[in-house]
């Protein structure tokens, strides 16, 4: 059987460059890789009130990563750090205290950004947060891309080969990673 991978993408913007790289890792992905997109630009900021009673897209968001076998995640880098859509995402599915949905599950963190950071102080930070949420989060290798014109379309679709080989490389290794790990 397949492994089914939950997708978080950082941005909420149609352009998003992060959603792009995202496609371009599904298509490269060996065909035992199931990916599926987590709606995130639905969920209200997150309460603790909310814990008493979770909103229905709090509750929809929890279901669909406890579904996935693994977690990939990418994001943008926002004043050096992942945004707050994608913070409050993670903090909702985390909660209410003791229903962490994404415990114990393998997952990496990658990303991209039009400046020469590729996000990388964005991922250092999520790896943190990811770390005390009980994720194993895979080391290497590091996918930091800094975005040019013409470097990812709409599609996933990647301009320069270079490029692609990296990212081959990384799904091949992630998707080696998590045979280890998850039971076929
Ligand atoms: C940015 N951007 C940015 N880039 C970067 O390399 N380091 C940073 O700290 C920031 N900070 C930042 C803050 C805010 C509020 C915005 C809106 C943008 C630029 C960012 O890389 C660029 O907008 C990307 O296109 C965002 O990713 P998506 O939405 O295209 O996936």
């Known amino acids: 059987s397949k492994y089914k991978v939950a997708v978080l993408v950082g941005s909420l913007r149609k352009e998003s460059i992060n959603r792009r790289l995202a496609r371009a890792v599904e298509r490269l992905a060996p065909a035992e890789l199931e990916f599926g997109h987590v709606r995130i630009d639905d969920l209200p900021l997150y309460d603790q009130d909310f814990d008493a009673d979770y909103p229905a897209a709090c509750k929809r968001l929890k279901q669909q990563v406890e579904a996935a076998d693994a977690l990939l995640f990418v994001t943008p880098e ?51 947060v990811l770390a005390y949420l009980d994720v194993a989060v895979l080391g290497q290798p590091e996918v930091f891309i800094k975005f040019t014109d013409g470097l990812l379309d709409e599609d996933g679709r990647i301009g320069n080969e270079g490029t692609q080989k990296f990212l081959q490389g990384f799904v091949d290794r992630y998707a080696a990673w998590l045979r280890t790990l998850l039971p076929r």
């Not at 750090?81 to 229903?99: E, F, H, M, Q, Y």
């Open 78 to 128: 926002y004043n050096r750090s992942i945004p707050g859509v994608l913070k409050n995402a993670i903090d909702i599915a985390s909660r209410p205290w003791g229903t962490n949905s994404f415990a114990g599950k393998p997952g990496a963190v990658i990303g991209a950004s039009i400046g020469a950071t590729g996000s990388a102080l964005a991922q250092q930070h999520l790896r943190n």
